[in-house]
């Protein structure tokens, strides 16, 4: 079959590299794709929200399956244009990725069928935020309403960071119209996790639990980014607590979005706090994580093709998922200065020289002459599948003492939290 994959990140190249593993793909086409990609796909320049241009690369090749990575165009309506030309596509429709593309959905769905989450207000005014932070202190939790490449979010531990990011999302208009209206919650404490699950709709089958960090420096310290890194599985999600989160959070919220008039089909992703008064949704993504998706997709044992198959047709009740021993972990190295201002264009080398069981997942690359050169601010994710957790962590970092370019990033303290346990 003749396979296209929408996107040009890691989790992309992540997919690319499990779909090339199946038998029954022959070929992939990626739009945009990178530079790693490019080397098990044909890609395409055109950006994954360009939803015509996409439509008519669709219809001159007849794309047996298309595979959508990212939320932008998901919450844009590709999926809709796609199925009504008939073209089988893996992603929810315009109305469910809502739930990703607005914070504010979000909290009204989970409020509205008794999803376990953060007590909130919503804001359109600047000023009443202000005006309810100064009423209700901190330590809180400022959102942009809308899709913000996962750096909408601010952590405020004093009253003064939190004014200041609604100063921040609103006046100055950080991340443009996604910022029409914040969300102000209350700051939740535990242990962060996600919880990714295939759905047809009906169906709810978990994927094994990942765990992401978020922020750009060691100890979870600094400003929130796309994700620095991710492991699974996550111990910190036991399989009671895995259950408690599929029956009281990932199935409600399907059959909430279905009598909402918004199906939902395709991955479901939880971003969960471990609390002492259980897990509770921080937020939900319409698609696979970045970084999540690179451990994920190594510990996934059964044919991407078949899930998706059987996920389209109605039908995951009747495959059994299968997933790989051991662990995956993936260490992201970043351009110096993201999430902020960083340079592109400089040589990466070392991308030969992985050790066995290590795949460099291209996030933000671009190829020069014949060169791989960086091409955005999280650029390569080096992930490592081994027996257990600490040993898929010496082998990621192996990985990574391998790979240089100039003014590089990463985190050392990647898959940290689960050595504790």
Avoid at 93 to 113: C, D, F, P, T
Wanted: aromatic residues 6%.
């Amino acid at each position: 079959m003749k396979v296209l994959i929408v996107g040009g990140g890691g989790r992309e190249h992540a997919l690319a590299w499990k779909l090339s593993r199946s038998p029954r793909v022959k070929k992939i086409f990626c739009a945009p794709g990178n530079a790693g990609i490019a080397e098990l796909a044909e890609c395409v320049n055109i950006n994954a929200e360009n939803v015509p241009a996409i439509l008519d690369l669709a219809r001159q090749h007849k794309f047996d399956l298309t595979v959508v990575g990212p939320e932008a165009p998901l919450v844009a309506g590709l999926v809709d244009a796609m199925e009504k030309e008939g073209f089988p596509v893996f992603g929810p429709r315009q109305r469910a990725a809502e739930i990703e593309g607005s914070k504010v959905l979000a909290k009204e769905i989970m409020q509205k069928y008794s999803i376990p989450t953060a007590r909130h207000a919503v804001f359109e005014d600047a000023e009443a935020a202000q005006e309810y932070i100064k009423k209700t202190g901190a330590p809180c939790v400022i959102k942009a309403d809308g899709l913000a490449a996962g750096k909408g979010v601010i952590v405020a531990e004093d009253e003064q960071t939190a004014l200041s990011a609604v100063h921040y999302i609103m006046k100055q208009r950080a991340f443009g119209a996604a910022g029409n209206r914040v969300v102000v919650e209350e700051c939740l404490r535990g242990e962060e996790a996600s919880m990714l699950a295939f759905t047809d709709g009906e169906n709810v089958v978990p994927m094994i639990p990942a765990q992401d960090h978020k922020q750009v420096y060691d100890n979870d310290c600094g400003p929130n980014t796309g994700g620095m890194g991710a492991y699974a599985p996550a111990p910190v999600i036991t399989p009671e607590l895995r259950q408690e989160v599929v029956d009281k959070i990932l199935i409600p919220t399907v059959r909430g979005l279905a009598a909402e008039d918004r199906p939902y089909r395709g991955v479901l992703y939880a971003g969960l706090m471990i609390t002492d008064r259980g897990p509770q949704v921080l937020e939900f993504n319409a698609r696979f994580g970045d970084p999540e998706a690179q451990p994920i997709m190594m510990m996934l044992q059964s044919d991407l093709v078949d899930v998706i198959e059987a996920l389209l047709a109605g039908e995951l009740n009747k495959i059994n998922i299968g997933w790989n021993d051991g662990a995956s972990v993936c260490v992201v190295l970043t351009s110096q200065g993201y999430p902020g201002e960083y340079r592109k264009g400089e040589i990466i080398s070392g991308l030969d020289n992985l050790p066995e069981n290590v795949v460099a997942f291209h996030s933000g690359t671009a190829l020069k002459g014949n060169r791989v050169v960086t091409a955005g601010g999280r650029v390569i994710g080096i992930t490592a599948r081994a027996a257990s957790i600490p040993e898929a962590i010496e082998l990621a970092y192996q990985g990574v003492s391998k790979v240089h370019f100039n003014d590089m990033h990463y985190r050392k303290d990647i898959g940290k939290k689960a050595l504790a346990r």
